[in-house]
């Protein structure tokens, strides 16, 4: 079955930077687009960053432009989301998404999420 295992969360400084990994398996990597969202407490799971099936196109959410990177390598089956200059208002739990097409129909992935605090 399709699993999605986020890791590198934690807590840090403002200013300072985290690097995320999302572990997945259980389907063709490299025919899907991955992305990464989050959610703070008390407000909407937003978009924060989406990777092509060969990194050709990314595209970012307006939180973190110019500040985080996403990445993958396909061979590991693995997504990176780099964060720079993180700022309080970063802080939330992370989660590793895939949507895939089935019969017409999408289906969503999750990961487990990874809590991400930007405190002093």
């Known amino acids: 079955q399709v699993q999605l295992v986020a890791s590198g969360g934690g807590l840090v400084q403002p200013g300072g930077s985290l690097s995320l990994s999302c572990l997945a398996s259980?389907?063709?990597?490299?025919?899907?687009?991955m992305s990464w969202y989050r959610q703070a407490s008390g407000k909407e799971r937003e978009l924060v960053a989406e990777i092509s099936r060969f990194s050709d196109t990314t595209k970012y959410g307006d939180s973190g432009k110019g500040r985080f990177t996403i990445s993958r390598d396909n061979r590991k089956q693995m997504v990176h989301l780099q964060m720079n200059n993180l700022k309080p208002e970063d802080t939330a739990v992370y989660y590793c998404y895939v949507e895939m097409w089935k019969n017409g129909a999408p289906y969503d992935y999750w990961g487990q999420g990874t809590q991400v605090t930007v405190s002093s």
């Open positions: 259980g389907f063709d990597f490299s025919s899907y687009a």
